[in-house]
Every structure is written in structure tokens, then in C-alpha cells.
Nanobody, 122 residues
Framework: QVQLVESGGGLVQTGGSLRLSCAAS????????MGWFRQAPGKERELVAG????????TYSDSVKGRFTISKDNAENTLYLQMNTLKAEDTAVYYC???????????????WGQGTQVTVSS
């Protein structure tokens, strides 16, 4: 069974950094894509970044490009999101997600973690 467990959220000041982690298990990684989504109050959930596990191909939303980096640790089956130069508008619940398939730009995901809160104070 697929399990996705996020950690690393918290409160940070504007301009600061955080790293989110997602411990994943229960699926054949090389045929899957993983991603980070976020949802702020009153807003739709959006794809922040995605990565194809097989070759590490990535995609980013325009709002985080150049500030956030998605990466993976094959040995530990862990997904990361390094978030730098954080802004107040990055405040949201961040979700780790996984989907069967190798299209990294899609927003259609099958499995979700429980979410972790990121709050950026000005």
C-alpha cells in the first residue's frame, strides 16, 4: 500500500528557508512521478514542483521557479522540497503526492500525504 509521510513544515520569516521531506513506500518508484502541491486558505490546490523518479526530470510552477528545488534520494525513497527566499504568499499546507506514469507536468495525482503546514511571517 502506498504511504507518503511529510515532515519539515513550520514557521519561518520572510526570506528564510525550509526543507520539506516525504518518506515514500509501497510502489515501484521507477514507473512513478512524485510532486509537491500546496493549498492556501480560499485557494485551489496547485502543483509546486514535480519529478520523474526514473531520470529526475523536473517541473516547477512559475511562482517558485528559481527559489524552490525538488529532489529525491533513491536509496532512502525520500522526496525533498528545498524552499529558499520564502515569501508570505508561500504560506500554505504542502502535500506530497505520487502518481503512476512518467508525465512530469500533469496535475493528476493518485496518492497523497497528510500535508504539512508552512507559514511565512513578514
Amino acid at each position: 500500500q502506498v504511504q507518503l509521510v511529510e515532515s519539515g513544515g513550520g514557521l519561518v520569516q520572510t526570506g528564510g528557508s525550509l526543507r520539506l521531506s516525504c518518506a515514500a513506500s509501497g510502489f515501484p518508484f521507477n514507473t512513478y512521478t512524485m510532486g509537491w502541491f500546496r493549498q492556501a486558505p480560499g485557494k485551489e490546490r496547485e502543483l509546486v514542483a514535480g519529478i520523474k523518479w526514473l531520470d529526475g526530470k523536473t517541473t516547477y510552477s512559475d511562482s517558485v521557479k528559481g527559489r524552490f528545488t525538488i529532489s529525491k534520494d533513491n536509496a532512502e525513497n525520500t522526496l525533498y522540497l528545498q524552499m529558499n527566499t520564502l515569501k508570505a504568499e508561500d504560506t500554505a499546507v504542502y502535500y506530497c503526492a505520487a502518481r503512476k506514469g512518467i508525465v512530469v507536468t500533469t496535475t493528476q495525482y493518485d496518492y497523497w500525504g497528510q500535508g504539512t503546514q508552512v507559514t511565512v511571517s513578514s
